[in-house]
C-alpha cells in the first residue's frame, strides 16, 4: 500500500515546480446521486464503487495561496487566522505539505466558504478540490485535471469529483497504486436541473464519513449488496440523464441515498444519521410527490436533505420549503 506521500510523487514525476506570488482557485461542491460510500484503501480513499455527482453551480469554495510574511504556514478560513492546531487547520496543513516543494517556504492559505447552509453541505469537497487546484497554481505544476482528481481525492472521495463542474463520475479504478482511481467530467448539460437543499441542522455530525463508511463496511451485512446497488444505479441515472429522463434520475438517486442508509442502520451497532425533522421531510416530499410533484431527495452522511426538482417545479418546491436554498448546476 503507498503512502499518500508517494502517491503524489508518483502523480509529480518529473515536474518542475514554477513557484508563483499568488493563485486563487474556485471549485463547485457537489452533491453525489449515485453515493460513494466504503473504501478499497482506506489511506488513498480509493473507493469500492464508481460515484456520480452533479456539482451545485456557484456554490463551492475559494481558495487562495501566497508567501507568508511569517515563519509558518498560516490557514485562514471564512476571514478569520486558525489555531494551527485545529482540526481544520491541520488537515489543510498536512494536506498542502504533500505538495511543497520546499519543506522551508511558508505559505498562507485563505480559503473561503460560499454555500449558504450553516453545516457547510459537502464542504470538504468543494475544499479539498478549491486547496488542490490553488496549490498545483501557486506552486506552478501545471497538472492535467485528472491529476487534480486524483490528488483531491486523498483529502476526501468526493473531492476528486469537485475538480469539474457538471456531472462527473469518479472511477473506482483497480490499480493497487490508485492511479486509475480519477474523475471524469460527463459531457451532458441539464439546464432546468435544480438541487434544494433543506436544513435539518447545523450541528456537526457526531461521526465522520471516514468512521461511518469503515464502521458499515466492516460490520454491515447489507453492504455486501452496495456495490450491485451503485453499479446498477450508475447505469440507470447515466441513462436518465443521457435522456433527460428526470423519473429515472429522481427515482434512481433518491433509492441510491435510501440503500446508503440502510446499509448504515445494518451496521452493528447502528449508524443513524438522521433526525426527526430528516424523517418529517422525507415524508413530506413522499406525499408530495403523490399528489404529482415531480420531486426526489438525496441525502449524504448527515441529517440535512437534498431535493431533486427542475425548473418548472421550482414555485411550487419554495412554496412547500419556504427555507429551501436552491442550486443551479448549469449555469
Ligand atoms: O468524501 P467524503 O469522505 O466526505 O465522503 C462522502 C460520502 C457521501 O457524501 C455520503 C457520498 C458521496 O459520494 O459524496
Same mark, same amino acid.
Given at each position: 500500500?503507498?503512502?499518500?506521500?508517494?502517491?503524489?510523487?508518483?502523480?509529480?514525476?518529473? #515536474?518542475?515546480?514554477?513557484?508563483?506570488?499568488?493563485?486563487?482557485?474556485?471549485?463547485?461542491?457537489?452533491?453525489?446521486?449515485?453515493?460513494?460510500?466504503?473504501?478499497?484503501?482506506?489511506?488513498?480513499?480509493?473507493?469500492?464503487?464508481?460515484?456520480?455527482?452533479?456539482?451545485?453551480?456557484?456554490?463551492?469554495?475559494?481558495?487562495?495561496? #501566497?508567501?507568508?510574511?511569517?515563519?509558518?504556514?498560516?490557514?485562514?478560513?471564512?476571514?478569520?487566522?486558525?489555531?494551527?492546531?485545529?482540526?481544520? +487547520?491541520?488537515?489543510?496543513?498536512?494536506?498542502?505539505?504533500?505538495?511543497?516543494?520546499?519543506?522551508?517556504?511558508?505559505?498562507?492559505?485563505?480559503?473561503?466558504?460560499?454555500?449558504?447552509?450553516?453545516?457547510?453541505?459537502?464542504?470538504?469537497?468543494?475544499?479539498?478540490?478549491?486547496?488542490?487546484?490553488?496549490?498545483?497554481?501557486?506552486?506552478?505544476?501545471?497538472?492535467?485535471?485528472?491529476?487534480?482528481?486524483?490528488?483531491?481525492?486523498?483529502?476526501?472521495?468526493?473531492?476528486?469529483?469537485?475538480?469539474?463542474?457538471?456531472?462527473?463520475?469518479?472511477? #473506482?479504478?483497480? +490499480?493497487?497504486? &490508485?492511479?486509475?482511481?480519477?474523475?471524469?467530467?460527463?459531457?451532458?448539460?441539464?439546464?432546468?436541473?435544480?438541487?434544494?437543499?433543506?436544513?435539518?441542522?447545523?450541528?456537526?455530525?457526531?461521526?465522520?464519513? #471516514?468512521? &461511518?463508511?469503515?464502521?458499515?463496511?466492516?460490520?454491515?451485512?447489507?453492504?455486501?449488496?452496495?456495490?450491485?446497488?451503485?453499479?446498477?444505479?450508475?447505469?440507470?441515472?447515466?441513462?436518465?440523464?443521457?435522456?433527460?429522463?428526470?423519473?429515472?434520475?429522481?427515482?434512481?438517486?433518491?433509492?441510491?441515498?435510501?440503500?446508503?442508509?440502510?446499509?448504515?442502520?445494518?451496521?452493528?451497532?447502528?449508524?443513524?444519521?438522521?433526525?426527526?425533522?430528516?424523517?418529517?421531510?422525507?415524508?413530506?416530499?413522499?406525499?408530495?410527490?403523490?399528489?404529482?410533484?415531480?420531486?426526489?431527495?438525496?441525502?449524504?452522511?448527515?441529517?440535512?436533505?437534498?431535493?431533486?426538482?427542475?425548473?418548472?417545479?421550482?414555485?411550487?418546491?419554495?412554496?412547500?420549503?419556504?427555507?429551501?436554498?436552491? +442550486?443551479?448546476?448549469?449555469?
Amino acid at each position: 500500500m503507498l503512502t499518500k506521500r508517494d502517491f503524489v510523487k508518483k502523480i509529480l514525476k518529473e #515536474r518542475k515546480p514554477v513557484i508563483s506570488g499568488y493563485a486563487e482557485k474556485f471549485a463547485p461542491s457537489n452533491i453525489a446521486l449515485c453515493k460513494y460510500w466504503g473504501k478499497r484503501d482506506t489511506i488513498l480513499n480509493l473507493p469500492v464503487t464508481d460515484s456520480l455527482s452533479v456539482s451545485l453551480g456557484k456554490w463551492g469554495t475559494t481558495t487562495s495561496i #501566497r508567501i507568508s510574511g511569517e515563519k509558518e504556514d498560516r490557514v485562514i478560513f471564512n476571514g478569520r487566522v486558525l489555531d494551527k492546531n485545529s482540526e481544520f +487547520a491541520s488537515k489543510v496543513l498536512s494536506f498542502s505539505n504533500l505538495l511543497k516543494p520546499d519543506p522551508g517556504i511558508s505559505i498562507e492559505i485563505r480559503t473561503e466558504n460560499n454555500i449558504p447552509t450553516a453545516a457547510g453541505s459537502a464542504s470538504s469537497a468543494s475544499g479539498f478540490a478549491a486547496l488542490t487546484k490553488a496549490l498545483d497554481a501557486f506552486f506552478g505544476y501545471d497538472l492535467e485535471e485528472k491529476e487534480l482528481s486524483l490528488i483531491a481525492g486523498l483529502g476526501s472521495g468526493s473531492a476528486s469529483r469537485s475538480i469539474y463542474s457538471g456531472f462527473v463520475r469518479r472511477n #473506482r479504478g483497480s +490499480a493497487e497504486d &490508485g492511479t486509475d482511481s480519477f474523475s471524469v467530467k460527463l459531457p451532458y448539460i441539464w439546464k432546468e436541473l435544480r438541487v434544494g437543499l433543506v436544513d435539518i441542522t447545523e450541528d456537526k455530525k457526531s461521526v465522520s464519513s #471516514r468512521e &461511518g463508511m469503515e464502521h458499515t463496511v466492516k460490520t454491515s451485512l447489507l453492504y455486501r449488496s452496495w456495490p450491485d446497488q451503485a453499479e446498477r444505479d450508475l447505469s440507470l441515472i447515466l441513462e436518465g440523464i443521457k435522456k433527460k429522463d428526470f423519473e429515472t434520475l429522481g427515482r434512481r438517486a433518491e433509492n441510491n441515498s435510501m440503500a446508503m442508509h440502510a446499509c448504515m442502520l445494518a451496521s452493528d451497532p447502528p449508524l443513524l444519521y438522521w433526525e426527526p425533522e430528516t424523517v418529517k421531510t422525507i415524508k413530506k416530499v413522499f406525499s408530495l410527490r403523490k399528489e404529482g410533484m415531480p420531486l426526489y431527495l438525496t441525502m449524504d452522511a448527515g441529517a440535512n436533505v437534498k431535493l431533486l426538482f427542475e425548473k418548472e417545479t421550482e414555485e411550487d418546491v419554495k412554496e412547500n420549503f419556504p427555507e429551501i436554498k436552491i +442550486a443551479v448546476p448549469f449555469i
